[in-house]
């Protein structure tokens, strides 16, 4: 039987006032860092703001979203900084300033997030990815005064839960698991997969709010429209050129 | 107190021959499928290979490490192909043949593989990452036939445990959780955040049996070279360039 915190864990977006204290937020750092690492190697930093003002600049580059309510906010960040710099110090070349090692170290700064996430939830508190934190990269790296090859991956609100959050639909799990091969879906075996979705009230009032004629063109052209991705995407890519690899 | 589970999980390599059963198999995934995930839009998809052929293919591309002995490799993969397929079905321009789109699918696999991992583990299995899913990209997406706009990120060999797993050292907490702003430390500082890498029996070991002068050099020089990294990194982007984002 699977655990049942992971069958119904939700994520919350608004926050009593209580603070976290600064031990239970230090556990649940020194546990989460116990999760598997590329080569032990952990390629990741957490920078905790609980400041009020440096909270307010650094939500507006999170859009305001409602979590950024949250006592605390953990910028997770991708760090080949400081295993480079332990190199240079020891006379060994550091060969990481490359796109491979770059997408080791994301991977690496997300595990690491998910344990964060997992451990804080499991200890009761509450927790809400915000997934802009690639968005504006380069801004929270000047606010939170981030060296080169340190990238901003993930920023976690997280604060003693005011609500008990929303429950969301998941596709099936044949969408998402695959044997053997990746299974060749025809567009009817697509839209199927995606019926849950479609079909699920919360979805159709988005729709609705939003007029268009279905869930996928309020994603497309709502949420995440091309022109704002890719406005995002070239500046993040300009950055991470001047700061971490050509 | 934070769970026992999390302050002394171990990652394990060698497996019993014993099967895991598709039904644990599919409530760990589903499960997983409860993570947070961007937007809800759970771009990704998990790849099981049991097969043996198939499982010694996949085995070379990541080096014949040997975890590659479990019962089940799970290719975890960052997909935005099952997404947009839905979009243009559903006459939505779907915009996310870019970096910062390619970016939010790798946090979000992440996300996903790291809950597998955990759940199998308190399940009482082993697992291992095989970080080395990128450096053969183009190889393990041809094995898997993996379409457009998916990539491997991280694999994952799972089983029953044959082995403790081996405690592995970690950097002081000071080294990961800076406080407000990047802190901004001096070689001395840096040189004793990694002491106790430094220090650790088993990678004085390293040392002796690889000829260096010390850790970091058999990281930089043995283990991740510049010349291996530059090698794999451009392979990679080659391959991501033609298959997700300019």
Known sequence: MINQYFTERRSVRKFQKKEISQSLLENIITAAAKAPTCGNMQLYTVIAT?????????????????????????????????????????????????????????????????????????????????????????????????????????????????????ETERLPLRAILHDEEYRSDSDADITELFRVKDEYPANQKFIEENGKENLAQVFAEVRYPRAMNEEFSAKLLKWLNATWYK
């Open 50 to 166: 609980r400041e009020e003002s440096r909270k307010k600049e650094l939500s507006a580059y999170h859009f305001n979203q409602p979590a950024c309510g949250a006592p605390v906010l953990l910028t997770v960040c991708a760090d080949f900084n400081r295993f480079t710099r332990w190199c240079n110090i020891n006379n060994a070349d550091a060969g990481y300033d490359n796109f491979l090692s770059f997408t080791s170290a994301v991977a690496d700064a997300m595990i690491f997030a998910q344990q964060i996430c997992t451990i804080a939830e499991m200890e009761g508190l509450g927790t809400c990815y915000l997934g802009t934190a690639t968005y504006n990269a380069p801004e929270i790296a000047s606010l939170l005064k981030l060296p080169e090859m340190v990238m901003p991956i993930a920023c976690l609100a997280i604060g003693y839960p005011d609500e008990d959050g929303v």
